[in-house]
């Protein structure tokens, strides 16, 4: 494998389900990002880790949660949640947020979500 | 007033010509600066970055920056079909409140074989 990989690629499932979304690095990355795309409306970052610490949490409703127990690996849990919740869901990783460094991130091939 | 603005398009050019694609954003303590290609339905690819000010030239591809004015540039020579795709600028910054990447909405690009 190589780049960013995602896991599923598509999900559906209903409001009651708990689920998780998976992100794997093969970039030798130390920060990753969770990003949601939805129809006509700019990425939205959600959450971002760097060295495994999460570093940004930008107001984002607790069903969803993240999770990053190694910098290869980050996690989306997912639990009650809503219709208009479906969107595409991006991972991203780049170089630890150290200051003075650009960042350029890698996104992944996503995770098409439906809530039904 | 949008963090991050694009004019979303479509702007449409023909085969071999230049598109010239513009961002501004509000923040002036924003750092470095992002162009990525999103074919539909494909995630966004990374073509450059640029944080000091002037042009940088990459192949076809020319990011200009000027943090004065607050706006940032891609331009496409000799531009191609397979260039047809949407355009997202990306701002970061980091600071006491944080770090923030945000991205503008997007602009279309149709290069007319």
């Known amino acids: 494998e190589t780049g960013v990989t995602q896991t599923p690629r598509h999900l559906v499932m209903g409001m009651t389900n708990k689920k998780s979304l998976k992100c794997e690095q093969h970039l030798g990355h130390n920060a990753m990002y969770w990003y949601k795309q939805s129809a006509k409306k700019p990425l939205e970052l959600m959450f971002v880790y760097s060295l495994e610490e999460r570093v940004e949490n930008n107001s984002v409703p607790s069903r969803f949660s993240p999770e990053c127990p190694n910098s290869s690996h980050l996690f989306l849990h997912l639990h009650t949640l809503q219709p208009e919740d479906s969107a595409l869901y991006l991972c991203?990783?780049?170089?630890?947020?150290?200051?003075?460094?650009?960042?350029?991130?890698?996104f992944g091939p996503g995770t098409r979500l439906t809530v039904t | 007033q949008k963090e991050v603005e694009q004019n979303s398009g479509p702007l449409s050019v023909p085969e071999g010509a230049i598109a010239s694609l513009n961002c501004t954003y509000s923040d002036r303590g924003s750092q470095s600066f992002f162009w990525y290609r999103q074919y539909s339905g494909k995630s966004p690819e990374l073509i450059m970055f640029i944080y000091s000010n002037g042009d940088k030239e990459d192949g076809r591809f020319t990011a200009q920056l000027n943090k004065a004015s607050q706006y940032v540039s891609l331009l496409i020579r000799d531009s191609q079909p397979s260039d047809s795709a949407t355009y997202l600028c990306a701002v970061n910054h980091e600071g006491t409140g944080g770090f923030k990447t945000i991205f503008g909405a997007g602009t279309r690009l149709f290069v007319k074989a």
């Open positions: 991203a990783s780049s170089q630890a947020l150290t200051s003075g460094s650009v960042h350029e991130q890698y």
